[in-house]
């Protein structure tokens, strides 16, 4: 076995740690232990909760604080932590405790999966990003505190505290607060939506957790001047501030809620899931906003999904630059040569993905309608966690696909595709063609 495993691709490694990860947690969490007395959980609802946990989407079949214990409820932040910094990130934060030494594979592993060009300083790298995500979720659940400790007993409140800390920086939109006296099920944060602290401090914390670990580095070591930060961080803060508030626009103009619900919703539906306004009540008009939030998601390198930023980025730049007959270009830097084609691939085969599976739910689930079904697999896809409420009914072959399209969306769809490559590819080529296109 571990052979087997020494001679595949470091993509492959990826998947496959992915995968142990969410069989261990799926056992850990239908264990005695973990499940709340009189509670009859099915082991595909523990496999959703695992997988939806490790993909850090948040899409719950069974609430997480009325089912689960406090065991339980650790076993799901524990497997939030691991899906959101990466599996191969935590193997490798625990081969440096140990004082261990890594080798060439690991090494390359590793970079494969932080979206690093070159294995430089990537020790360093690691180390930064445990750092920077105890940091984080410390203040972070500090914040949290301040208004937990005076609706929940003081234990509770930590616990809760640190709990949503760790699921907001990761992108996940689970919540525990279903099981807490005086708060209701499947209710997500719908108690807070008027609490300034909490939506903002669940705000900051998914927009760091989404612009990435490479981003949050840069911005530190370079102190914020403009100038003197990279083409990727700055395509990545732009894109994400737009999309921030054009998503807070559009959903004001279109739902009858707050600005702060509108602000919260616009950073959350783009891969952490929380809610503070029940979606079931949402137009058609703003439902589809938060489709395309949830389709493009965070960033590179970061703990949220979709097809990121920097890819959508990339088409607005290649689109542009057909139009124009003028050469892709931004902040002063040229684009890279293979962008546009990289960035068209991923997109082409994200919504592929989305089609199929919206198709074949509409098939499992011929009482949905399809704007429900195509919310709930654009979100799955995103791991955004977000659902018009449909999710706890899916029949068991619904929460399949829905597994799998958020296996998927973690993975990210040019991964998954590259997990087919055997070869160097062609040893020949073919005469070139011609073909008419548009």
Known sequence: MINFIRKQSPVRIIAFGFM???LIGSILLIMPFSVRDGVNLKYIDSLYTSTSAVCVTG????????TFTPVGQTIIAILIQIGGLGVTTIGAGVILAMGRKMNLKGMN????????????????????????????ELVGAVFT?????????????????????????????FDILGGIDGFEPLKNFIPYQNNFIINMTTSILTILGGIGFLVIKEICTKKFRWKKLSMHTRVVLVMSSVLLVVGTLLLKLT???????????????????????????FSTAGLIVLIVLMFIGASPGSTGGGVKTTTVFSILQGVKSAATNKSEKAFNYSMPKDAYRKASVITSIAISIIIIGTYVMSILEPDLNLKDILFEITSAFGTVGLS?????????????????????????????????YFSRGDRFSFPVGNIAIG
């Open 145 to 173: 505190f301040i208004v937990f400790v005076k609706d929940m007993p003081l234990h509770t409140a930590i616990g809760a505290s640190i709990f949503h800390s760790i699921a907001a920086f990761n992108n996940s939109g």
């Open 59 to 66: 899409l719950i079949a069974v609430d997480a604080g009325s």
């Open 20 to 22: 142990f990860t969410i």
């Open 388 to 420: 018009t409420g449909i999710t706890p009914n899916l029949t068991v072959g619904s929460k399949l696909l829905s597994i799998i399209i958020m296996y998927i969306g973690r993975l990210g769809p040019l991964t998954v595709a590259s997990l087919w």
């Open 255 to 281: 739902e009858n809620i707050s600005w702060l619900g509108a602000f919260f919703f616009s950073a959350s539906a783009r891969t952490a899931g929380f809610s503070t306004y029940s979606l079931e009540s």
């Open 109 to 136: 592993i590793i970079k494969e999966a932080s979206n690093l060009d070159s294995g430089k300083g990537l020790i360093r790298f690691i180390r930064d990003i445990f750092i920077t995500t105890i940091i984080i």
